[in-house]
């Protein structure tokens, strides 16, 4: 992938493009060149991934977690040096994300990592571990080296920011444009009234962010009259304290917003709402 990246890079450098280099590691297999595990092959203690949980086994599950986070960092490195190269760097707004948080199978360890910090849940949770995701973005002359923001989005907001970068045509979508944020005008930025999120596995979940409440509700497969839970972010961001009791009027906002929101599937299964 990173061979066709550069490519693509070489091949378009004499006018714009648009490049989508969708990584598949860090992931499920726990699989990596010999040459990147042997980097960290004994530098953690090892217990033998049998492929139990149905992928491939590995005798160095850690290190080669370890060793696929590094290899696809290289990648990113080499896009990187030849934008550098081809002096397109100073002009090319690069964008760097991940979809969702730190798997729980494959032989992936992500408590000895630590991979998702301070937060709860992983991969295939709607808890902030599973769907909070940074962004680095980097674009010389436009976006201030070093700037920190806490503007909150969602992926399909990524559409709306490109369609602006270009001036092209607005197009249909949910998203909302962060390009004042790259840019540093906060003050343009238009926010999200909420995010919110639907999703089938592990048992039917919803969630909403509205500022910094989160509310969640999980097996609803199984129980319609499930509660929701809810946190104040700002205070409480690993999602400890339940305060759903003492905020009855943003609970029946989020009724509200799963009603508005909610779409009917044509999968059955994926269908636990209404």
């Given at each position: 992938m990173g061979d066709k990246a550069a490519a693509f890079i070489r091949q378009h450098q004499d006018r714009p493009f648009f490049l989508y280099l969708p990584f598949t590691i860090p992931h499920a297999s726990l699989q990596a060149p010999d040459a990147a595990v042997a980097e960290y092959r004994d530098r953690f203690p090892e217990t033998l991934y049998h492929g139990q949980q149905n992928y491939a086994a590995t005798p160095y599950p850690r290190a080669t977690y370890a060793a696929m986070i590094t290899y696809m960092d290289k990648k990113v490195g080499e896009v990187m040096a030849l934008l550098?190269?081809?002096?397109?760097?100073?002009?090319?707004?690069?964008?760097?994300?991940?979809?969702?948080?730190?798997?729980?199978?494959?032989?992936?360890d992500a408590a000895f990592f630590e991979s998702v910090g301070p937060f709860r849940g992983l991969k295939m949770d709607v808890f902030e571990g599973g769907i909070r995701m940074p962004m680095i973005a980097r674009w010389p002359g436009k976006i201030a080296p070093g700037r920190v923001t806490n503007h909150l989005g969602a992926h399909y907001d990524i559409l709306a920011t490109l369609v602006d970068v270009v001036k092209a045509k607005p197009v249909k979508t949910d998203g909302i444009s962060f390009l004042p944020t790259l840019l540093g005008q906060v003050a343009k930025q238009k926010k999200h009234e909420y995010l919110y999120w639907e999703y089938p596995e592990k048992g039917g979940q919803v969630a909403i962010r509205m500022g910094n409440w989160k509310g969640v509700k999980v097996n609803m497969k199984t129980n319609k009259a499930a509660r929701w839970e809810l946190y104040d972010l700002e205070k409480d961001k690993s999602e400890t304290t339940n305060l759903a009791s003492k905020y009855p009027a943003i609970i029946a906002k989020f009724d509200n917003i799963v009603w508005k929101e909610h779409q009917p599937s044509h999968v059955p299964e994926w269908e636990f709402i209404r």
């Open positions: 550098k190269e081809l002096n397109l760097d100073d002009h090319t707004l690069v964008l760097f994300t991940s979809d969702n948080g730190t798997t729980f199978n494959g032989g992936v």
